[in-house]
């Protein structure tokens, strides 16, 4: 099976634009979480969604939002982008939202803002 | 506030010798998972090892074990017969379940060197 997906690899974007990141998660998978990981850290919590309800959210500012599709896959958007934004942004998938299902992360997606 | 403390930044170890990477943690929850995540350079988070807190008995696999001290907030690694494969960055992290939200707090990570 395919583990967590997560497009784009990479990419640049400029102060004040604006990013979307996307993440595919395990097939059966229900619950997928988004983190943000700054170079020498630890990864952030930044959200997380099961049913396609958000069900948690991290210390972040309104300029980051997500959702989750029928499908179970999800959308991380950042707006207004600032310098600080660069990180490795790491998506996970569990089964279900209880602590006993492991989350599985997915490769990450390095964001630098120039 | 939930933290999880990891004091040391570096560690070296030679091949097939044994390491224990230290970690300290702080929750008021009673109900929490506890665990050991490796990131290699490839940047993918894998998971090591994992410790339910109630759970007496230390977690092992394989060459990897866990002293979990639940009154100290304890949860060290350590990692026997060390291979050059095992270099990366360590997290120590933990989940706690409050119903709202099951996210993992992470600490800031150790980077574990080999020498040959």
């Known amino acids: 099976d395919a583990g967590v997906t997560q497009s784009p690899t990479h990419l640049i974007k400029t102060r004040g634009q604006h990013v979307t990141l996307r993440c595919s998660p395990i097939?059966?998978?229900?619950?997928v979480s988004w983190y943000q990981q700054v170079l020498g850290q630890g990864p952030q919590f930044i959200f997380q969604?099961?049913?396609?309800?958000?069900?948690g959210r991290g210390n972040f500012p309104d300029r980051f939002s997500a959702r989750q599709f029928p499908n179970y896959s999800s959308e991380l958007n950042v707006n207004a982008l600032l310098l600080g934004d660069s990180a490795l942004y790491l998506c996970a998938s569990s089964l279900a939202q209880a602590i006993s299902y492991e989350q599985y992360f997915g490769p990450g997606t390095r964001l630098t803002v120039t | 506030a939930q933290t999880v403390t990891q004091s040391q930044p570096e560690m070296s170890v030679q091949e097939a010798e044994t390491v224990t990477l230290s970690c300290t943690y702080d929750?008021?929850?009673?109900?929490?998972?506890l665990f050991w995540y490796k990131q290699p350079p490839s940047r993918q988070m894998i998971l090591v090892i994992r410790?339910?807190?109630?759970?007496?008995q230390n977690a092992t696999e394989n060459r990897f074990s866990v002293n979990f001290q639940k009154a100290a907030k304890s949860f060290s690694l350590k990692i026997s017969d060390s291979q050059l494969g095992d270099a990366a960055m360590y997290f120590c992290a933990y989940r706690v379940n409050t119903g709202a939200n099951s996210k993992l707090t992470f600490g800031k990570g150790i980077t574990l060197s080999v020498r040959p």
């Open positions: 969604y099961y049913e396609k309800e958000e069900r």
């Open positions: 410790q339910e807190a109630y759970k007496q």
């Open positions: 929750t008021s929850e009673s109900d929490y998972y």
């Open positions: 097939s059966g998978h229900k619950s």
